[in-house]
């Protein structure tokens, strides 16, 4: 007779309940927020062929996938689908959530989400680092811009030399502007130098993957888009179709609220470059 298990996590303890298949609880406790001590707890309450149901949150997929390899059947539901029916709770604590998860996960009036690897995290939490210095940059380089131009001094556009070296050029005559320019400026030089670092972690990281190298044969297609493509999509098998992945990534009709054709062109390599730069755009 299988057992159902709900876990409530916050960042330091889990609260944990068990119920049967009558729905009666077994067990209820707490425990600190690690897969090792939560797997140590379930399989000695419920066993190993317990049903375990967790919402999504900053740490699921770490716990997920630590649960799982521990060799529990971990399912990940929708915090915001799993919100309403724990509304209906007369008390809302940790505990009485765990057991609301618990009988949800009896009934089976959830739809499991896909938990990505953890390989996937650390390529989109790259990406989003290198996209967070270089929308640093551009607010530096316009606030660069805007001080000098209250005093006349025009950078220009940003071809030809670096943007810092037509700073240095123009404040070579202006000492007083030199002291409040100049702080920002090595400020974006070394940002600069930090997204260069992870520029060469994206290339390698690409170079190591087949599938990214294969993406990046399509035209307009370079190692930034393929990687935030393959880290987004991940499982190719979560989706019966192409038209499927452009209502994932966002890309919906205003007026009918349905997924449109990412491409023209029905071709795969096609449809795969249009998916690949929708990525990149919610990325940037």
């Known amino acids: 007779m299988p057992h159902y298990v709900g876990l409530d996590v916050s960042q330091k303890t889990t609260a944990i309940c068990v119920v049967d298949e009558q729905g009666r609880r077994l067990w209820r406790g707490v425990c600190a927020t690690d897969p090792g ?98 929308g640093m940059t551009t607010r530096l380089s316009n606030m660069i811009r805007g001080v000098l131009k209250t005093f006349g001094l025009l950078p220009g556009a940003g071809r030809g030399l670096r943007f810092d070296q037509k700073v240095e050029a123009l404040l070579d005559g ?4 030199a002291l409040i320019v100049r702080p920002l400026l090595v400020t974006w030089r070394q940002l600069r130098e930090q997204i260069a670092v992870f520029d060469k972690a994206v290339q390698q990281q690409v170079r190591m993957d087949p599938i990214c190298r294969l993406l990046m044969t399509v035209p307009g297609i370079g190692a930034l888009s393929s990687l935030m493509y393959v880290s987004t999509i991940e499982d190719p098998d979560r989706f019966s179709r192409s038209r499927a992945v452009g209502a994932h990534l966002g890309s919906r009709h205003a007026a009918t609220n349905q997924a449109r054709p990412i491409a023209m062109d029905t071709s795969p390599s096609a449809a795969m470059a249009s998916h690949a730069r929708l990525c990149t755009k919610r990325l940037l």
């Open 174 to 177: 202006a000492p007083e502007i």
């Open 37 to 134: 001590a939560i797997s140590a707890r379930v399989l000695k309450h419920a066993g190993v062929d317990a049903k375990v149901g967790v919402e999504t949150g900053s740490m699921t997929p770490w716990l997920v996938h630590g649960l799982r390899s521990a060799g529990l059947n971990v399912e990940c539901l929708d915090a915001r689908r799993v919100k309403a029916a724990l509304q209906m709770r007369l008390n809302k604590t940790d505990e009485n959530d765990a057991e609301g998860l618990a009988q949800i996960m009896r009934t089976g009036w959830y739809r499991p989400v896909h938990v990505k690897s953890l390989d996937a995290h650390r390529a989109r939490a790259l990406l989003g680092a290198r996209a967070q210095l270089v």
